[in-house]
Nanobody
C-alpha cells in the first residue's frame, strides 16, 4: 500500500514561509487523491488542501483549499520525484499545528475534497511564533 513520509516542519515567525514535503511511495499504478491535513491537540483534524494525481483533470475543486489558507498555501505534485508539497506563505500563529499528508485510491478527482483518506504519514510539526 501507499506509504507517506512528511518533512519540512519548523519554527517560523509570523509572515514567514515554509515548504512541507511528502515522499509518496509508488502511486503510479493508478490514480489517487492526495491531501494535506493539520491537527492541533484537543481539536479535530482539518483538511487543508487536496489534489488529484492525474494533473490533466480539471475541476473547480481540484486543487481544493480550505478557506483559512486560500491564497496563502499552494499544493503541488512532482510525479518525477513521487513528492507532494505544500508551500505555505504569510504564515499566521493560527497555522500552528501538526501537518499530515494523506492518500486514497480514487477513480475520479471530483471526490478528493470530500472523501475519507486511508493512508497517512506520521506528521511534521509547524509552529508559527515570534
Amino acid at each position: 500500500h501507499v506509504q507517506l513520509v512528511e518533512s519540512g516542519g519548523d519554527l517560523v515567525q509570523p509572515g514567514g514561509s515554509l515548504r512541507l514535503s511528502c515522499a509518496v511511495s509508488e502511486y503510479t499504478d493508478r490514480t489517487y487523491c492526495l491531501g494535506w491535513f493539520r491537527q492541533v491537540p484537543g481539536k479535530g483534524r482539518e483538511k487543508v488542501a487536496t489534489l488529484y494525481t492525474d494533473l490533466s483533470y480539471t475541476d473547480p475543486d481540484n486543487p481544493y483549499y480550505a478557506d483559512s489558507v486560500q491564497g496563502r498555501f499552494t499544493i503541488s505534485l512532482d510525479n518525477a520525484r513521487n513528492a507532494l508539497y505544500l508551500q505555505m506563505n504569510n504564515l499566521k500563529p493560527e497555522d500552528t499545528a501538526r501537518y499530515y499528508c494523506a492518500a486514497d485510491a480514487a477513480d475520479s478527482g471530483g471526490t478528493c475534497r470530500y472523501r475519507g483518506y486511508n493512508y497517512w504519514g506520521q506528521g511534521t510539526q509547524v509552529t508559527v511564533s515570534s
